[in-house]
């Protein structure tokens, strides 16, 4: 007998290595390991049987005899349907953490969505545009991908119907495309509840980036959504300041969102005029240049040249781009980048900027023979 202990998200990448088909029929011995995955993952985070139905879509008395296999009906079609939710649990948590640095700005981000999740209260970012913001949210739903699903609001999900099916399609459950809102909000309701065991689980963790681009129903579902007591999902609402005045506008809804900013525990805001830091520029710039294959430090003067970009509008995205463009002319002209203020300057145009200094020569070095190519 197997005794090896599994966690539920090795369990659910295990279940993402197996290559049954989607089709079935499955096997005797592939429909008892499913089987035993979900009371394995069931037993780790004292997940009932009813709580467990709702997760992966069906009832409870239907869970109960597919446990027995004794389910008269076809049975496949449910196993596969609950090997797709471990599925897409393994795979949230394989998502890519793209170019998150562990910024002083990241950490306190982070420090905002751990707090919504462990406290289950609504959580409130404000940052400037290009501080770091999508990408430190992108991370802490990765790490947390058990337990956090992360919305980039936008106006595709902008409406209060959109914005359910995209949360219940991240949390990997199956749905109707022509259920209504009503009928779609009970379905992920029962499904947060789920997870939330009646305080006895960890609740689930929205992530909403760009949260200003939702319609007031939409914003005050997800207050419903925190308020319920069967699910108290965590919330956490970011964007730049036109969040702060979308919160305090008289309209949209009824009463304002009085209500939703009074549950508001834990908060990040920083001002457009905050500066950034000297330390998180020079986090960000040695991450993407080892990214690029630059590992040695830079000039004293290319990082002040960095940190002052960062003052403008764009942050810390200004100097993302100066250093890929410096990245990307040095290929396009066989050169190697040594990221100097000259290098960093001469690119200005190619990010819709006005260069700083006259350049008579192009300030780049002939490349050595079969230098590396970038990473990724």
Not at 190 to 207: Q, S, T, V
């Given at each position: 007998m197997n005794t090896t202990h599994r966690t539920p998200l090795e369990i659910c990448k295990d279940a993402m290595m197996d290559t049954t088909t989607t089709d079935g029929p499955l096997t005797d011995a592939e429909r008892r390991r499913i089987i035993r995955d979900l009371q394995e993952i069931q037993t780790a985070e004292n997940i009932s049987d009813s709580a467990m139905a709702r997760m992966i879509g069906c009832s409870g008395p239907l869970y109960s005899q597919l446990k027995h296999l004794k389910y008269k009906g076809d049975q496949d079609r449910w196993l596969l349907l609950a090997r797709g939710w471990m599925v897409a649990r393994a795979e949230r948590a394989e998502v890519p953490s793209a170019d998150y640095v562990n910024t002083r700005i990241g950490a306190m981000i982070m420090a905002v969505c751990r707090r919504a999740r462990t406290q289950s209260t609504i959580g409130r970012i404000i940052t400037p545009s290009g501080a770091g913001k999508t990408v430190a949210l992108m991370e802490f739903a990765r790490r947390n991908a058990e337990r956090c699903v992360y919305v980039y609001a936008g106006e595709c999900f902008s409406t209060k119907l959109s914005l359910l099916q995209e949360i219940t399609r991240r949390l990997g459950?199956?749905?109707?495309?022509?259920?209504?809102?009503?009928?779609?909000?009970?379905?992920?309701?029962?499904?947060?509840?789920?997870?939330?065991?009646?305080?006895?689980?960890?609740?689930?963790?929205?992530?909403?980036?760009?949260?200003?681009?939702?319609?007031?129903?939409?914003?005050n579902m997800l207050r419903n959504l925190h308020d319920d007591p069967a699910c108290r999902a965590a919330v956490v609402l970011a964007d730049t300041w036109r969040l702060d005045v979308e919160l305090h506008r008289p309209s949209g809804i009824a009463g304002g969102y009085e209500q939703l900013r009074s549950r508001i525990g834990a908060d990040y805001l920083l001002g457009a005029s905050d500066e950034i830091s000297a330390a998180d520029v020079r986090a960000v710039a040695d991450g993407i240049l080892a990214g690029l294959g630059h590992t040695r430090a830079l000039d004293g003067r290319a990082y002040h040249f960095l940190h002052r970009l960062a003052q403008r509008d764009g942050k810390l995205r200004n100097v993302a781009k100066r250093l890929h463009a410096v990245w990307d002319t040095a290929e396009a002209v066989g050169a190697k980048a040594a990221y100097s203020v000259a290098e960093l300057d001469y690119v200005a145009s190619l990010v819709g900027c006005e260069p700083e200094m006259v350049h008579e020569d192009l300030p780049f070095k002939a490349a050595p023979a079969g230098r590396a190519k970038r990473a990724g």
């Open positions: 459950r199956n749905f109707n495309m022509r259920w209504r809102a009503n009928h779609l909000y009970q379905d992920l309701r029962e499904a947060l509840a789920g997870y939330y065991n009646g305080g006895r689980g960890i609740p689930i963790c929205i992530l909403i980036d760009e949260a200003t681009t939702l319609q007031p129903k939409a914003l």
